[in-house]
């Protein structure tokens, strides 16, 4: 299924397209705060963030990775990015999102993933859905406790491709 358009009270997400590449390198991609507890290192170039954002459009058909250009509907401003997407080692599916910094602590990441959580029980009827977070960012887990996520058990956490390792936490969201 063709990752579609939702929409939200203050929010668009809507796939991404190959223009989004500078806006997406100066929101978050070159921000190793922003960074810090990805999976993902952060980018010091901008043709890493066009060939990332050019292996996003070749997944927009796929039916196991969903992911959105999160924008504020009143600007339009691309505030960061959410995504659900299978998760081979689990065998399930998993929820990701991370803002630019001046888009934190306004509630988007929640309203966002939300009509993400909506999708994917209506439209693509998954029954659990998974998340993970590192400890020392206990916002992520905030996010996942507002969306109506259990902790199941504490895990380790690579970030930056395995640069960094973190101990993390695992969630599960039955729908």
């Known amino acids: ?3 579609p358009i939702l929409e939200t009270d203050r929010l668009i997400l809507r796939p991404f397209c190959l223009e989004d590449a500078q806006e997406v390198f100066e929101c978050w991609e070159s921000d190793p705060d922003v960074a810090k507890y990805m ?13 990332w954002v050019k292996k996003e459009l070749r997944k927009i058909d796929s039916d196991d990775w969903y992911r959105w250009a999160i924008l504020s509907k009143e600007t339009r401003e691309l505030l960061g990015t959410g995504l659900i997407y299978l998760e081979e080692e689990y065998g399930k599916f998993e929820i990701g999102y991370n803002l630019g910094k001046k888009a934190w602590g306004f509630g988007y990441t929640t309203e966002a993933m939300q009509e993400v959580i909506k999708f994917a029980k209506e439209e693509l009827g998954i029954k659990e859905i998974m998340g993970r977070h590192a400890k020392e960012n206990p916002a992520s887990g905030k996010v996942m406790v507002k969306l109506g996520f259990t902790y199941i058990k504490d895990i380790p956490y690579e970030c930056s491709r395995g640069k960094n390792l973190y101990a993390g936490k695992e969630y599960i969201l039955k729908l």
């Open 1 to 3: 299924m063709k990752t």
């Open 39 to 51: 999976f993902w290192s952060s980018h010091n170039d901008i043709n890493k963030t066009i060939s």
